[in-house]
T-cell receptor, first 112, second 113 residues
Framework: DAKTTQPPSMDCAEGRAANLPCNHS???????VYWYRQIHSQGPQYIIH???NNETNEMASLIITEDRKSSTLILPHATLRDTAVYYC?????????????FGKGTKLSVKP | DTGVSQNPRHKITKRGQNVTFRCDPI?????LYWYRQTLGQGPEFLTY????????KSRLLSDRFSAERPKGSFSTLEIQRTEQGDSAMYLC???????????FGSGTQLSVL
């Protein structure tokens, strides 16, 4: 079972920041938070990951709370092409398990 | 940079037939993964390979499913005696080493009539 909880859907206006929350209250010390997104009819696409520090790349920013029980993915200026299902995943780093466990994700709709 | 390639993109078959899908990972990625996704659900892990060795199989991978990666490059996923419940998108992904980010293909959409 997925170890994360996400809202099933969110709307965002084009050009505004999209803030997608994720709850992972049972995360353990060696588990990272990963975010992927899936645009309709395509495979999932990696966005960003982090352990406890905030992370930023060309796609998004990841804010992880100090207790690591929740995080927020931020798309700073959402465009129509950011409409997708966003998956928050916690995963061991360095363990033998090689797979990702996806939940149902958050369907983000960016509206003009 | 060629991404993960999956063929065919779509497959329609009759119940009871065998089907085979192919995945070509990004070159030099030694890990290869298979996932299955049904409508409205997130992808579900099926199996993964490190080079040619199949290291983990999900309980979702019944006896009718077999995956191979004979030379540690491309992989095939075969489903024997297909059932309507096998209808899904079958996704392949690769990664360069343990626990690195996964790169997914666009999937093979299987419809069993």
């Amino acid at each position: 079972d997925a170890k994360t909880t996400q809202p099933p859907s969110m709307d965002c206006a084009e050009g505004r920041a999209a803030n997608l929350p994720c709850n992972h209250s049972t995360i353990s010390g060696n588990e990272y938070v990963y975010w992927y997104r899936q645009i309709h009819s395509q495979g999932p696409q990696y966005i960003i990951h982090g352990l406890k520090n905030n992370e930023t790349n060309e796609m998004a920013s990841l804010i992880i709370t100090e207790d690591r029980k929740s995080s927020t993915l931020i798309l700073p200026h959402a465009t129509l092409r950011d409409t997708a299902v966003y998956y928050c995943i916690v995963r061991n780093y360095g363990g033998s398990q090689g797979n990702l466990i996806f939940g149902k994700g958050t369907k983000l709709s960016v509206k003009p | 940079d060629t991404g993960v390639s999956q063929n065919p993109r779509h497959k329609i078959t009759k119940r009871g037939q065998n089907v085979t899908f192919r995945c070509d990972p990004i070159s030099e990625h030694n890990r290869l993964y298979w996932y299955r996704q049904t409508l409205g659900q997130g992808p579900e892990f099926l199996t993964y390979f490190q080079n040619e060795a199949q290291l983990e199989k999900s309980r979702l991978l019944s006896d009718r499913f077999s995956a191979e990666r004979p030379k540690g490059s491309f992989s095939t996923l075969e489903i024997q005696r297909t059932e309507q419940g096998d209808s899904a998108m079958y996704l392949c992904a690769s990664s360069p080493r343990t626990n690195e980010k996964l790169f997914f293909g666009s999937g093979t959409q299987l419809s069993v009539l």
